[in-house]
């Protein structure tokens, strides 16, 4: 199982950047997948999480109405498209999957992974 992130890079405040996750070694169309980051000296937390079936989605509070998660079955792959960006989206940012079909509020809890990427930084700064 692996999940390969890509599109990270440092972005001015204001700016935009999408993010996407290739997965490879299972079917993508049946797990809830979601982005996580982490800042230095903080917890892993859950960003955006969509579900296989209805695509149905989950935004931490931050990010509602700038970030955008999505994803191309037929491609087994999710992007994160982030719009706005703030200093405070600082991280790196890891694509997960769960191998329950979770709701996605509960997929992004970090508890919940079963495979993770192997992250990619995102830093906002002038």
């Known amino acids: 199982v692996q999940l390969v992130e890509s599109g990270g890079g440092l972005v001015q405040p204001g700016g935009s950047l999408r993010l996407s996750c290739a997965a490879s070694?299972?079917?993508?169309?049946?797990?809830?997948i979601g982005w996580f980051r982490q800042a230095p000296g903080k917890e892993r937390e859950g960003v955006a999480c969509i579900s296989s079936r209805d695509i149905s989605t989950y935004y931490t509070e931050s990010v509602k109405g700038r970030f955008t998660i999505s994803r191309d079955n037929s491609k087994n792959t999710v992007y994160l498209q982030m719009n706005s960006l703030k200093p405070e989206d600082t991280g790196v940012y890891y694509c997960?999957?769960?191998?329950?079909?979770?709701?996605?509020?509960?997929?992004?809890?970090?508890?919940?992974?079963?495979?993770w990427g192997q992250g990619t930084q995102v830093t906002v700064s002038s």
């Open positions: 070694e299972f079917t993508l169309p049946y797990y809830t």
């Open positions: 997960a999957a769960a191998n329950v079909n979770y709701a996605p509020v509960v997929a992004c809890d970090p508890t919940r992974v079963a495979y």
